[in-house]
């Protein structure tokens, strides 16, 4: 964490020097700077950013600083809205919940801890990171008044652009469009503060099923597998995700059940012709085992996207 801070003072020395036009002569290095005390995140910090993603158009809510785990040299980031932690678990949109690492704010990706981050972050430094399921090549393209601009190309994941603001130690924005230009995740800074009041969620999640059900007409069998977390042992509970659209034309129809392996009806959905559930999210038991999916669609425009994930909740009250 100290290596961290040093390299904020050291982004903040390189902002202010630049608006002269150059780098004053004999500035420190990082291992030069020290402080007293460490100018860095508390417990209770905030930042409230607008997100937007495709699947919801734009949602507000509060990244908190919700702990400092010393054992594992993380924080743990969570967020206001127990909706939002739900989402992220079974869509795993938001890469900024859950740990970062005291060294450069590290995110985690499938367990790994990824440099979105690069201190100090001189105009020109590059870097290589994952995220999203691509690989990205990050490079410093500008440094402004208040933080460093990054832009991160993929071949086949698009374009990411952010930028670390120095004053608050974190994101003032963050865009991720994919190849095709669309946007599949932004997040714009709105206001920050400390001492956030209230309490504060995140869901440790596994993914367990992600199908796209569509151009049939009849029965539909499937399974997923709830076999516990990987580390961590029993599901508090599976989120789900269903986004459909049944057909419009006279006759269409469907209707969906997930059954565990006691045979007991964990989620039953009917929809009738030219009817929509968009984007539903909600929770069902954990009961180890096989799930057993039933489906009944009809239509040649109708489809039904099913998305479960484990998820072990947890939360903090500040």
């Not at 020109?124 to 995220?131: A, D, I």
């Not at 999640?205 to 076999?227: H, Q």
């Not at 419009?248 to 469907?254: K, P, T, V």
């Amino acid at each position: 964490m100290a290596a961290f801070m040093r390299a904020v003072l050291l982004l903040l020395l390189l902002l202010g020097s630049s608006l002269s036009g150059c780098l004053v002569d004999g500035a420190p290095s990082a291992e030069e700077i020290s402080v007293d005390e460490e100018p860095g995140w508390k417990i209770g910090d905030w930042f409230q950013y607008i997100f937007t993603t495709p699947q919801y158009g734009q949602d507000t809510a509060r990244l908190v600083i919700a702990d400092k785990v010393e054992s594992d040299n993380n924080w743990m980031l969570a967020v206001s809205s127990r909706t939002e932690a739900q989402r992220h678990a079974v869509l795993n949109h938001n890469p900024f919940l859950g740990r970062l690492t005291f060294d450069d704010l590290k995110v985690y990706e499938n367990g790994i801890a990824q440099s979105v981050f690069h201190f100090p972050m001189n105009e020109g430094n590059t870097w290589q990171f994952s995220l999203f399921g691509y690989n990205w090549n990050a490079v410093v393209d500008e440094l402004t008044e208040d933080g460093a601009k990054v832009e991160a190309l993929s071949s086949g994941g698009g374009a990411i652009t952010y930028t670390f603001d120095g004053r608050i130690g974190f994101l003032t924005e963050f865009t991720w469009v994919d190849g095709s230009r669309t946007t599949m995740f932004d997040m714009q800074l709105v206001d920050h503060g400390r001492d956030h009041s209230g309490q504060v969620w995140f869901i440790r999640a596994t993914d367990l099923k992600d199908e796209l059900y569509e151009a049939t007409d009849g029965e539909i069998s499937d399974t997923f597998l709830d076999s516990e977390h990987p580390r961590e042992g029993d599901f508090d509970f599976l989120v789900w995700y269903l986004d459909v659209i049944i057909d419009a034309s006279a006759g269409s129809s469907g209707s969906l059940t997930v059954k565990d392996h006691w045979d007991a009806t964990a989620l039953s959905r009917a929809w009738g012709a030219d009817s929509e559930e968009r984007h539903a999210i909600g929770t069902i038991p954990s009961v180890t085992g096989e799930y057993t999916i039933t489906l009944h669609l009809s239509g040649a425009d109708s489809y039904v996207h099913l998305r479960m994930a484990g998820g072990i909740e947890q939360s903090w009250n500040l």
